[in-house]
């Protein structure tokens, strides 16, 4: 054992959830090892179109987002660098079922002083002169969401992750996970070892192939996701602070994106991948989307609905990339009870950009101290552990995909309880 190769934590993975929480570590002091497969940011994290928005259907997840927020802002100082764009959002709903999930997440929002408010289709049109707002009955407005892009939030994360000593070796697959007695000691790759009493799995979609080096199971599936930018178009401006928007009937959203807008997709029957299946080498920054898919032909048809100037014909690119689904859409942060010291921090389902920032803290905390100061009940990781149903591999992907694709078309029915806590 060399001493260069040990640290109080190893963490596979320098995507967002592995960086934030490397930073988190090490500004408590921990001696953090990030190793990652191929280059930082590689994975989902270089893919996503960056949104933040910050209300969820449950008052204490909404509550870690605001957290979140005011963790990237205090990142942008320590950094010295400006990522965050507020343009404040906007959930549109086109029928009476949508209008009254608006109302009770309005509702939700106001009960724990969330800034947010109904909004009429009069200044949702204003606001967005080049959206579709007829058939709108009702929207809400959250004027402190925006949007960052997650190259730049991984490399702040780093950044002063590495003030904070945090080591990070990049085109370093983890091939091992070295448990002795019950208990992890290290992981291994082609050239080396390395040790700690703690290793945490940040591998985002690989998440769960490094959940089998340590022979466990992590219900997590890799699932496909679509957005297409547009050019700027002289007809149709889009200013570089309009709202974003989500449409959930049409299970679109959209931000203002270099002049043109950003327009993504939770498809009903999305792509499925086996990360086991791709090469070593697998670039997720490569992948390119079939212009005559299916999944591309209803992005376009959905986008052409809100907005009308958009079609086929229009200049864009299509963007496609791989996200870590779970079976309710909610990460798993912890220990499973078989293996102590082996930490896993995945399944972000679509989030894991505006989750990171709580996220990291979140770990750190689970980590160093055995408890957090949030709520995290709904993330536990082994809330599924050993449970029939969700240990082979096919049941699992079926559970996950199945969630991805109802994951905007549900209506979600916010609920608040006394003393203004969302009820579970
Ligand atoms: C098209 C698209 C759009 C998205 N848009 C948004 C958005 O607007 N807002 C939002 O919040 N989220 C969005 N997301 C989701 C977001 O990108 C992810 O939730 C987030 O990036 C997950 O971060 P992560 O660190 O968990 O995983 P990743 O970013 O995938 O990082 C995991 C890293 O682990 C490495 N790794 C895996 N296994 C190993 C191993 N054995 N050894 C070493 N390294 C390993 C991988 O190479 C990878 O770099 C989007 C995702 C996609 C695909």
Known sequence: MTQMNTADVIIIGAGVAGLSTAMQLAGRGAKVIVLERDRVGNGSTGRAAGLLGQLRGKAEQTRMLVDGLAIVKELEKLADVEIFVQTGSLRIAETPERAEEISALVEMGKSIGFDIDHMSIDDVARH???????????????????????A???????????????????????????????????????????????????????????????ETVLPTAAIGHYYLTTRPDPANPVDRLSPAVRDRELRIYTRPESGGLIVGIYDAEPDRYDMGKLPADFDMSRMKAARDSLQVAQLIEATHHRFPWINERTPMTITTGIMTFT???????????????????SGFSGHGIVQSPVIGLIMSQL???????????????????????????RDIEDRCAAMAGNYYGKVERPTVAAGGQAAK
């Open 152 to 214: 730049e939030l991984a490399a702040a994360y780093l950044k002063v992750g590495k003030q904070r000593g945090v080591r990070c070796e990049t085109n370093t697959p983890v091939t091992g996970i070295i448990v002795e007695a019950g208990q992890v000691r290290g992981v291994r790759t082609a050239a080396a070892e390395y040790f700690a009493p703690v290793v945490m799995n940040a591998g985002g979609p690989w998440s769960y192939l490094n959940a089998e080096l340590a």
């Open 327 to 345: 079976p309710d859409a909610r990460p798993f942060c912890g220990e499973m009870p078989n293996i102590q010291g082996l930490f896993h921090c």
């Open 367 to 393: 980590i160093l101290d055995g408890h957090s100061t949030y709520d995290v009940s709904s993330i536990e990781a082994d809330r599924y552990f050993d449970m029939p149903g969700y240990i082979d591999r």
């Open 128 to 150: 967005l002169p080049y959206m579709r707002t007829d058939d709108l009955v009702d929207a809400c407005y959250c004027p402190t969401d925006g949007h960052l892009q997650p």
